[in-house]
């Protein structure tokens, strides 16, 4: 079950393409507190009309609209009378189906570029004139479709934006939904809740409120079997079912092995008998169980599914112990959806341990994610809401893989031991400079490579460690933070003299895209 609220009634929907911002997209809209979901453009017409959206977005995506086998949609969207927004692909889309063209632009533009925009448009309300947006196009509009106005351009792009105002039809070739575009949330804003109508309804005190009701529903007097990590994403769900079913709710922490330094016993320590929440609390020391799994094994993917399946077994047989359990629950939330290739159109990322990763037959009547439709802010939000002191909600990330997406190739136990020891460092340093909460994510990983080094007059042949530290508002997009030079010098110096097996130390400058925030 993935808790779907009677209050998701007002609703937007993005078809996808395939382009890279599809879930930014989506969060952009959320931002103006309209439930928004993603569906990829093989979605049939007649499912998107018994969702009866609001409005329609149309996301970017790597092709050209007017080659064979591009990917497409019915001309019969556009009829039904809900507000349409094209962005970039989409837009080429949009004027091609209702007659317009599309070619090979003569000048490719990308990056942040000068748009001159109509004010008098609905959807460039309260925009000044001439405004930086970020564009990324081959192809260009170069003929509009009938009963189109053109209201905004750039030096070398005749349509930058086109509507039928009439028929609320948009069509924008840059993308409002990035950062770089400076104006871009307030013409989402425009287009949800000014030409869609939307009131804005999508609240998170609603959200926990109507989760609460459902669960207890739909649990009845059932028994339940919470997968807790530790982590923000499961540590919120647990709450949540605590407070929705009480007693009912058994949480078991698989301790894999994978974990930080020290962070079983952490996690004890909140969760535990001892702890602040009157929870049943089961703690599973299955370390060598998972290293086992996990011999030999080098390819991410494949790391990715044992995990995935050896949690899940493990909580069958915990279960089997407790008797009679109906319902697992899990911390799943959109991001690890959409990024398994279960939400839209692009391409599998990775496969997450609680959606990807789950084996076929899986032995509980039913699989409760209550944060599956919620973004990493929004599941914060939503913790916050529930009571959970900030210092848990606004913890660092941490993958359900754990460590064993850290550690490039082979998980040995030893390789656990040098990555965590190398982490807890660069946890302790960044805190000691001020920066623990100031960055978004950051930690240490264990690249395969090994390389000659001298220490103590004597030749080494040891392992690179690599630092990562990256600032981000959703985790879609993220970029590499700035850390003084100065932090990064002692936590090099530190990591080479106190971590045994380690000669060498890199930072990690790469983005989101071309890279993701975790290694594998």
């Not at 993308?175 to 575009?181: A, I, N, Y």
């Not at 009131?199 to 989760?211: C, H, K, L, T």
């Not at 001020?434 to 392992?463: C, H, I, K, P």
Request: proline fraction near 5%; charge should be negative.
């Amino acid at each position: 079950m993935s808790t779907e609220n009677n209050f998701f009634q007002e609703k937007v929907i993005v078809i996808d393409f395939g382009g890279q911002y599809n879930q930014l997209v989506a969060r952009r809209v959320r931002e103006c507190n309209v439930y928004c979901e993603i569906y990829s453009y093989r979605t049939d017409i007649e499912q998107i009309k018994a969702m009866n959206p609001k409005g329609i977005i149309l996301t970017g995506g790597p092709n050209s609209c007017y080659e064979p086998g591009a990917p497409t949609y019915t001309k019969e969207l556009f009829e039904l009378g809900i507000p349409v927004l094209g962005l970039c692909y989409g837009a080429q889309l949009m004027m091609h189906v209702l007659g317009g063209k599309v070619e090979k632009a003569p000048v490719r533009e990308y990056g942040k570029t000068e748009v001159f925009v109509d004010t008098t448009s609905p959807l460039f309300a309260d925009v000044a004139p001439t405004t930086i947006c970020w564009m990324s196009h081959f192809d260009y509009i170069s003929q509009i479709a009938p009963g189109f106005s053109i209201v905004a351009h750039t030096a070398d792009c005749p349509v930058a934006a086109a509507e039928n105002r009439e028929k609320k039809l948009f069509a924008i070739q840059f993308h409002p939904e990035v950062l770089h575009t400076q104006e871009g949330t307030k013409m989402l804003h425009n287009f949800v809740r000014g030409v869609c109508g939307c009131a804005g309804n999508w609240r998170m005190d609603s959200f926990v409120e109507n989760s609460i009701r459902e669960i207890r529903e739909k649990v009845g007097n059932g028994k339940v079997l919470c997968a807790l990590s530790g982590g923000v994403d499961s540590s919120v769900a647990a709450v949540m079912l605590a407070k929705a079913i009480g007693d009912q709710l058994t949480c078991v922490f698989v301790d894999h092995g994978l974990l930080r330094k020290n962070e079983g016993d952490e996690v004890e320590e909140v969760f535990g008998p001892n702890g602040p929440y009157e929870l049943n609390f089961i703690r599973v020391n299955a370390q060598q169980r998972f290293y086992e799994k996990l011999a030999g094994v080098e390819e991410p993917e494949k790391k990715r599914k044992i995990i995935g399946e050896e949690f899940i077994r493990v909580f069958e047989e915990e279960a089997k112990k407790i008797g009679a359990v109906d319902f697992l629950v899990q911390g799943t939330i959109y991001p690890d959806v959409v990024e398994s290739g279960l939400g839209g159109e692009s391409a599998v990322i990775k496969s997450h341990h609680n959606v990807g990763g789950l084996p076929d037959c899986v032995d509980f009547k039913e699989i409760i994610e209550p944060l599956r439709n919620l973004f990493k802010d929004e599941v914060r939000k939503a913790g916050l809401e529930l009571g959970i002191p900030e210092k848990l909600v606004f913890r660092q990330p941490f993958p359900g893989p754990g460590l064993g997406i850290r550690i490039i190739g082979e998980v040995t136990a030893d390789k656990v031991r040098i990555v965590q020891d190398a982490d807890a460092i660069y946890r302790e340093e960044i805190a000691k400079a001020g920066y623990d909460r100031s960055v978004g994510q950051y930690f240490a990983a264990l690249t395969n490579m090994r390389s000659v080094g001298v220490m103590g007059d004597e030749r080494t042949y040891d392992y690179a460690v690599a630092l990562r530290a990256v600032n981000t508002i959703d985790f879609m997009t993220a970029e590499a933070a700035e850390i003084p030079f100065a932090v990064l010098q002692t936590v090099t110096s530190r990591i080479i003299n106190e971590v045994r097996g380690v000669n060498r130390v890199f930072y990690d400058l790469t983005s989101k895209p071309p890279g993701t925030i975790e290694f594998e």
